[in-house]
């Protein structure tokens, strides 16, 4: 049996806009096995949202184009399924949390509704069943009274409940893939630990292949097998997550760690890095890193690098390494 | 007693805020939402405390009520010794003069419509310092003390990027030389790479100038690295507050454990969690007694019916729980 379930090949969204064009994602590469967890890994604007709504295609369509690269799910290209095909893949076999839980829901519709409302879409089940289904998701995900809680508009839940909705929403039709586009980022830190406590749970009990977005490398750290970091629309560097925090090869990484202020000791300055973020519209010349880069050398303004193998399951796009 | 006064730059006494609740048709005063709810605290000096705690916890609405942007319902705050809270317009004038806030999100604070040089001038001409030659220079001066070329004065706030825009609310909150800056989440808005830079000019900026911070956050973190003394706030209340590095390696209160637990970090395997269960509740209805018990991991009998004081265990470190002795004097 084949183990990967989704592989993604030189994917390239852009956005065709006014202003120019946009290469939001240029080149991303990346497999997902079954029942691991892969995170990708980036600052805003380096593609990961895009990135995983292009598996989806769930982004604007003009200006958005996938003009490069495929997205095998199974034996089925995503980047040629029509519209119709796409559509019973979506919520069904490939679901999606996303970030802010606020606007992810329909205010004035009640949870049950909104919940029901895939189940109703592409599972054949009897009224009552999808409503019991739909409750028991819901305690799954540790909500109280959760027969209650189907009643309620959403102005009625604090935004951990809503983010534990918007996941129990993603596992109804029990999909094979779980997107989760930073579920984490706009909670507290108790609420954050809770949240990733359901998603470690998913793994561990039904085995559930995600792809987890965000830009935390603790959080990664929590519960991640593989990372994939993203820079200016490009991996980076992927890794087991253990070899990215032990081992970083790739200098954004190894900047992207030292960056972050530590709660074990406190000592003196941060490392950080210097400038900002590329401008997607102009990205610079050869490596996309290389004005940001401490380690840059003379080839890097000249040669895009290219993906090399430090060993099987550790990739890096740098010019230092050979 | 009067150079105990002196040696504080704010004194912050049994300070209360609530917000009345009312319904309806006569907007009939049903309750309070008590946002602040008795805190007391020090700031020396040249000194960074770190305020942290979760979303609705008061935070916020305890930087702004020291800068009485919101009327206080009680208690004092004391500059240098003088009680702000009985201030009248001019008073004020010059104390917010002295106290500078930070905002979280610095696309909000600026005026998309005004240059970032008349930005930064704004507080000069409205405070009337300086002349029309001698202001643009202090301008320049402020953009290189946060790393901003003076050329780009003349451009407007969307030309900036996030980090950017934070440096110029910095630069802002400079323009007066003011002895005390309250940071409200002044980087949780920012991407890592960005956090660091701000944090680190913050930091030479507290050094140079020998500033004082009230530096709110929610990130345990961020407030490590910044804070020489910490506050945890639960629900409209002081909970703990210790030196920096004794509240982190020797947390007291069971919500400071739990918080300190509930960090992610990078070796999550030898960690022994705590996992809160449920939400803050409401601060419209707060639980009786310790307002944290419900949540708690370590709760005893009297916790749901007595409020602990906040009180010294060792040297400065303060905290409020049954666990630990009580005395009748707060």
């Known amino acids: 049996m084949n183990n990967v379930i989704l592989n993604v090949s030189d994917l390239k969204t852009y956005f065709f806009t006014r202003r120019g064009v946009v290469k939001a994602v240029d080149g991303v590469q990346f497999e997902l096995k079954r029942g691991e967890c892969l995170c990708l890994v980036g600052e805003s604007g380096c593609g990961k949202t895009v990135t995983a709504l292009s598996i989806l295609r769930l982004f604007d369509s003009p200006p958005g184009k996938i003009v490069d690269g495929h997205i095998k799910f199974n034996s089925v290209d995503l980047t040629k399924c029509s519209l119709a095909q796409m559509r019973q893949i979506r919520g069904k076999d490939i679901a999606v949390v996303f970030q802010e839980a606020q606007s992810a829901l329909n205010p004035v519709l009640t949870i049950g509704d909104q919940i029901t409302e895939q189940i109703k879409l592409h599972l054949p089940l009897e009224h009552n069943q999808i409503k019991a289904r739909a409750i028991s998701l819901l305690s799954d995900m540790g909500i109280p009274s959760p027969e209650s809680v189907m009643s309620y508009y959403p102005y009625q839940l604090s935004g951990g409940m809503k983010q534990r909705v918007l996941i129990a929403m993603s596992l109804s039709c029990d999909p094979q893939i779980l997107i989760a586009d930073e579920p984490t980022t706009a909670v507290d830190v108790t609420i954050k630990a809770q949240i990733l406590d359901i998603f470690r749970e998913l793994k561990t009990k039904r085995q559930m292949s995600t792809i987890f977005i965000t830009h935390d490398l603790a959080v990664v750290a929590e519960i991640g097998d593989r990372a994939a970091v993203m820079y200016g629309g490009k991996d980076v560097e992927t890794a087991p997550v253990s070899e990215i925090i032990s081992v970083p090869k790739h200098p954004y990484t190894v900047g992207l760690i030292n960056c972050l202020p530590d709660t074990t000791k406190s000592a003196g300055r941060l490392t950080s890095i210097p400038g900002t973020t590329p401008n997607p519209i102009e990205m610079p010349e050869g490596c996309t890193f290389h004005p940001r880069c401490p380690k840059v050398m003379k080839i890097c303004s000249q040669k895009e690098p290219l993906k090399t193998k430090i060993s099987d399951s550790h990739s890096v796009s740098c010019h230092l390494y050979k | ?330």
């Open chain 2, 1 to 330: 007693m009067k150079r105990e006064v002196n040696h504080k730059l704010l004194q912050i006494v049994d300070l209360k805020k609530y917000f009345p609740v009312t319904a309806g048709i006569f907007s009939r005063h049903v309750g309070d939402i008590k946002a602040v709810d008795g805190v007391t605290f020090n700031i020396g000096p040249g000194e960074i405390v770190g305020l942290v705690g979760e979303s609705g916890c008061g935070k916020s609405t305890l930087g702004r009520t020291i800068l009485r942007l919101e009327e206080p319902t009680g208690g004092k705050i004391l500059y240098r010794g003088t009680d702000v809270t009985g201030l009248d317009k001019k008073g004020l004038r010059e104390l917010r003069r002295k106290i500078q806030l930070i905002f979280q999100d610095p696309d909000a604070s600026l005026d998309p419509r005004m240059t970032v040089g008349d930005s930064i001038c704004e507080p000069l001409v409205i405070h009337n310092i300086g002349n029309e030659k001698e202001r643009p220079r202090r301008v320049a001066e402020l953009m290189e003390q946060v790393g901003l070329d003076f050329g780009q004065a003349n451009l407007y706030p969307h030309e900036f990027s996030g980090g950017q825009k934070q440096r110029i609310g910095i630069a802002r909150a400079l323009a007066m030389n003011p002895k005390l800056i309250i940071a409200d989440e002044p980087v949780s808005a920012l991407d890592v790479s960005i956090q660091a830079q701000i944090l680190n000019l913050m930091m030479d900026i507290q050094e140079n100038l020998r500033l004082a911070y009230l530096f709110i956050a929610h990130d345990l973190s961020v407030i490590r690295h910044m804070a020489h003394r910490v506050a945890i706030m639960y629900l409209g209340k002081i909970v703990e507050l210790a030196d920096k590095n004794e509240l982190f390696e020797n947390p007291l209160h069971p919500y400071t454990e739990a918080l300190l637990s509930a960090v992610p970090s990078f070796k999550p395997k030898d960690k022994y969690r705590i996992l809160l269960h449920g939400d803050v509740p409401s601060p419209l209805n707060p639980p009786t007694g310790c307002h944290f018990h419900p949540r708690c991991h370590r709760v005893l009998p009297i916790c749901n019916q007595v409020e602990p004081n906040l009180i010294d265990q060792a040297e400065g470190h303060f905290v409020s729980c049954h666990l630990y002795k009580q005395s009748t004097i707060p």
